[in-house]
RNA sequence: GCAGGGGUACCCGAGCUGGUCAAAGGGGCCGGACUUAAGCUCCGGUGCAUAGUGCUUCAUGGGUUCGAAUCCCAUCCCCUGCACCA
């Protein structure tokens, strides 16, 4: 067979199509599947990013296929956002127009790679038909209480004109642009995603998440258990609350520092001599880049504010302070300080001349002095004001500070989050149209439910001269009537955050054309019972989607839109891509590949090569669509799932493409080998169908964990070497060929679809009709023979005399003088085989060798050999209890070796039947095997002779 | 600083519920066969020693054990996330 893997490929991607073989629906007879990927945002053509996700999940989906399970496998585009309004403006056209046509190019690609997906499924979330439910769910959450307009300080970028939520602002960067982003007071929409704070992190421990994933999604939700302790301002009604997450050091507080930005500051000092140092330090801290603000190394710095606090639990008076490490946003802006017991408030109090007091100590009735670094671990209460502390430790201690400040009403526990609600609106064109109404007299109001979907208009024209956001000078989509007064009112113009687009869409694709709610409820609770069984995609959204979407299963859940709960069972995150990039070791930096074989532009050194991420900047992509001209989607796609494991990063190398080329058309060599066969039984039939038992359990059991780079392996490695292995043994029997590559084909269908088909109907089992063909066939498993552990130990027994034999040539030719003809393989004495079956029976039975091995051997009768004594004792120890060095062999034969020796098995026999071929191998004229005895001593190696470890000479 | 993940032979990478581990598989390199010829295909080798058993190896140093790549402790280094978080 001419591997022409473009006829191929194409033809079964049309058969497949043809016989719909990828639709699937409810069936409740059997087990389902859902195998997602993430939801692409459609850019163009497809990358080899793309190719791994879609490889590992087509691979996922086709495998579960075979497995008999009903896989709902589907795909489709993430198409709001701004790359489709940058590119409008550049062309002068509609964004939608953009989106159409990329989301065209996408699909193109992924249909050439033969991925299975329900193309019926297949949405894009900019069309009405996908936003309107978009809108329909926001009503919903405003009803229940989610949803809130409020006006607050958010983060701006002004490249992209917009505003950006807490999570995607990385390193006070914008994480589209890189742009550092600005603080802005605005009305915005929120989701209050902080009502589910709980039990999103709860429910971490028990989702089968990466670890990775799972830290930084706690990570980020950052909860902390304390109290919010309340300090009076002296002579005043003013009150500061401050969290803290030891209030086990209440009475360590000399001082309590606000944020420069707090608003109480203002009221504290203005018209006092401490103004103007206040003004100064908040104005220096205004101008600072946040990024000079969270340098480590930067100094701490602060001032009074000339006012005092009382503290709750003592009743002294202790300073106020303004310091610069103080975060307006987190907790309550305030902090209390313990210099004490802290390493920042030590450094603080320090550097201004506060009193430092030491409250803890670390062991039970000691004392406790002034360290630095200070003591910050947990520890037992001493110098309380109220000596009722003293000598509490711990929980115990933080318990009853907060049980005293709650009985007194200066405070309470209280648990803080670092995750926000989720600020969603955007002053952006193209996302889904936030439904909400602004009248003149009713103020903000809800677009009832008949009206939507709010759609976007489609004859707006984009240019680089207009900014902000061409909703609003759109009189056609602002002016609109108000619902309940019907008087003039305008239509919100901010639209939503894209995320808010995938926070849901894995439940459309249960139910995607409904178009009466956003999904039918038993379906989604049919797929997504478990939630998705395989997500797969990258780390880059450990925070962001993941965190969203479980945020909306449960918001939905508690709607009564579905009882899910969690969207995702078992998320794979998929490594990175890498390939070679020109490098330079002095400088540590990477350059474009234009640079490869020259010097480094900084350093003018010579540029080595190193694995760099695959991307546009570094020029070191791969083109997909090239490598598919020129190798096939299978070659690719074997290529990406054999080079790594899934979650492991995975180097591109032309040379390894071409190796599974090669691999590829080996197997068709294989195939096209083995059915034509003739009728021929011979001994190695067996053994064959053994292997293909063998293989397969592996196969079955690597797959299932998607450890692909294992399945792969045995699918695509094993299987022919095994085969090769057999024509080498000289079997040769159609029959039992036919069995092996019956079995053999569905193992090459995930990683390799088309050409597992195209054998398939080679072997003329498929390709009639959707019933018939691979793409739908459910796999059966021949049961593991009784036999097949001897079977497979004794061909392992040869290869294992012939790998010792091999090892040995060349040994011995340095000891002969002539040219090697002949190998002598002397077997052990029928009495050393006689001790093996003795122990292997012994150890099966739990008998204890060191106890009472020798006194057993004694009473056998083959100890009264006089002659043989020395060596039978010899023998039966290396046997059963061993030396220092090595175990003894009952330790270290395996099942199969054990079953050989009781099964009396003849090593000459099988050394014998079996001797031109190792002659072949070996490149020896003559090899003959006979017992230790039966024949000369050739070479002395009688004495080595043991059971499953015959002498061997060569001569 | 906190958290998560790592450090295995020339490279990538498995193993890591302790013994069958000088350590799978692939790449690279070396040798052989085939061929007119190969950058094709097949076979073999790839820590050192050696007519087999021996020695030294899985970041470093200790420990547990009859026995450690695997378990425990400490140290060093790398990657990722969070971070003057109270």
């Known amino acids: 067979m001419v591997y022409d893997s473009q006829k191929i490929e194409t033809h079964w991607q049309a058969r497949w199509n043809a016989e719909k073989v990828n639709h699937t629906d409810i069936d409740e007879s059997r087990e389902k599947f859902y195998c997602l990927e993430m939801f692409p945002y459609p850019s163009g053509y497809m990358h080899m990013g793309h190719v791994r996700n879609y490889s590992i999940g087509d691979a996922m989906a086709r495998f579960q296929r075979l497995m008999g399970k009903n896989v709902l496998y589907p795909m489709g585009y993430d198409s709001f956002g701004m790359p489709a309004e940058n590119a409008a403006k550049k062309e002068g056209g509609h964004p939608h127009t953009v989106t159409e046509r990329n989301i065209a190019m996408i699909r193109t690609d992924q249909e050439r790679m033969g991925y299975s997906y329900d193309w019926r499924r297949m949405f894009a979330t900019s069309t009405p038909e996908y936003y309107h439910w978009n809108q329909e769910m926001f009503l919903k959450f405003r009803e229940a209480g989610l949803v809130e307009r409020r006006f607050a300080p958010v983060n701006w970028c002004d490249d992209c004109d917009t505003v950006l939520a807490n999570e995607q602002v990385k390193n006070n960067r914008c994480w589209r642009c890189g742009l550092e982003v600005i603080q802005k007071d605005m009305a915005q929409w929120f989701l209050c995603m902080t009502k589910y704070a709980d039990e999103l992190l709860d429910e971490l421990d028990h989702i089968d998440f990466p670890e990775n994933v799972k830290s930084m999604q706690r990570n980020w939700i950052g909860r902390s258990n304390g109290a919010h302790i309340d300090f009076q301002v002296s002579n005043s009604d003013l009150v500061i609350g401050a969290f803290t997450t030891r209030p086990d050091t209440i009475f360590g507080v000399t001082f309590v520092t606000l944020s420069p930005e707090h608003p109480l500051c203002e009221e504290l000092v203005s018209g006092t001599e401490y103004e103007k140092g206040w003004r100064d330090l908040r104005d220096e801290c205004s101008r600072m880049s946040e990024f000079e603000r969270i340098n480590l190394l930067k100094e701490k710095k602060g001032t009074p504010l000339g006012r005092s606090v009382i503290n709750p639990l003592t009743g002294l008076e202790i300073p106020i302070w303004v310091g610069n490490f103080v975060v307006a946003s987190y907790g309550t802006g305030a902090v209390m300080g313990v210099p004490g017991h802290d390493q920042r408030d030590y450094d603080f109090a320090k550097k201004y001349g506060l009193e430092i007091k030491q409250v803890l100590s670390r062991e039970e009735g000691g004392i406790a002095n002034e360290e630095n670094p200070v003591f910050d671990g947990l520890g037992w209460m001493v110098n309380s004001a109220n000596s009722k502390f003293d000598g509490l430790f711990g929980n115990e201690a933080k318990a009853a500070v907060i049980a005293a400040l709650e009985s007194d009403k200066k405070g309470k526990g209280t648990v803080q989050y670092r995750l926000k609600d989720w600020l969603l609106s ?29 759609e976007l208009p489609l004859d ?36 939503m955050d894209t995320f808010y687009d995938s926070s849901w869409y894995f439940m459309r694709f249960a139910d995607s054309t409904n178009k009466e709610e956003p999904f039918n409820r038993n379906k989604v609770d049919y797929w997504l019972k478990g939630g998705v069984d395989l997500y797969i995609g990258g780390i880059e959204h450990a925070v962001m989607h993941l965190l969203y979407a479980r945020f909306f299963t449960k918001a939905t859940r508690d709607l009564g839109m579905n009882e899910i709960g969690e969207p995702f069972g078992r998320l794979v995150c998929q490594g990175m891509l890498n390939a070679p990039a020109p490098f330079c070791s002095e400088c ?52 990406i799932l054999f080079g790594a494991n899934p979650e492991a990063g995975m180097d591109w190398s032309d040379n390894a493409v071409i190796s599974n080329h090669k691999q590829l058309c080996s197997i068709i060599d294989a195939f096209d080998y083995g059915i034509k066969l003739a009728d021929s039984p011979g001994p190695l039939d067996s053994w064959l169908l053994a292997r293909l038992r063998l293989n397969q359990r592996h196969w079955r059991d690597s797959m299932d964990s998607v450890s692909l780079r294992e399945g792969v392996m045995v699918s695509h490695f094993q299987m022919l070497s095994d085969w090769q292995w057999y024509l080498r043994r000289g079997g040769s029997d159609r029959a039992t060929a036919r069995r092996f590559l019956t079995g053999w084909a569905p193992m090459l269908a995930p990683a390799t679809p088309h050409i597992a088909e195209e054998f398939w109907s080679l072997l003329g089992i498929g390709s009639k009709s959707s019933e018939t063909m691979l793409a739908t066939h459910e796999m059966e498993f021949e049961l593991e023979d009784d036999n097949d552990l001897e079977v497979l130990s004794l061909e392992a027994y040869l290869r294992e005399v012939i790998e010792s034999a091999r090892n040995l040539r060349s040994l011995a030719e340095r000891h002969s003088e002539g040219s090697i003809s002949k190998l002598v393989i002397q077997t052990s004495p029928s009495w050393k085989i006689k001790l093996a079956r003795e122990a292997v029976r012994l150890e099966s039975e739990g008998f204890d060798f060191k106890q009472q091995g020798q006194e057993y051997l004694k009473s056998l009768e083959l100890f009264e050999n006089e002659k043989l004594r020395g060596e039978i004792f010899q023998t039966w120890m290396t046997m059963t209890t061993g030396s220092k060095k090595k175990r003894g062999r009952i330790h270290t034969w395996n099942p199969g070796e054990k079953q050989l020796l009781i099964s009396g098995f003849d090593e000459n026999e099988v050394i014998n039947s079996a001797s031109h ?21 050739i070479g002395g190696k009688a004495r080595v002779a043991f059971p499953l470890e015959p002498g061997i000479a060569f001569i």
């Open 426 to 454: 955007r002053q952006r064109f193209w996302g889904t149209p936030i439904p909400m109404l602004h009248c003149e007299s009713c103020g903000v109001v809800p677009v009832p439910y008949d009206d939507l979907p709010v």
């Open 460 to 495: 707006v024209t984009f240019s680089w001269d207009e900014s902000g956001n061409p909703l609003a000078g759109h009189d056609d989509f602002l002016s609109t009537n108000c619902p309940q007064c019907n008087g003039p009112a305008h239509r919100e113009t901010d639209t």
């Open 588 to 639: 540590n930096t990477e350059y474009h590949v234009d640079n490869f074989g020259g010097t480094c532009p900084n350093c003018q050194a010579d540029l080595g090569s190193r694995s760099a991420k695959m991307s546009k900047s570094l020029g070191n992509t791969v083109s997909p669509g090239e490598m598919v001209d020129r190798y096939g989607a299978d070659t690719v796609r074997l290529f």
């Open 917 to 937: 071929f190792i002659a072949s191998v070996l490149d020896v004229d003559s090899v003959v095997s006979y017992s230790v005895g039966d024949g000369d001593d």
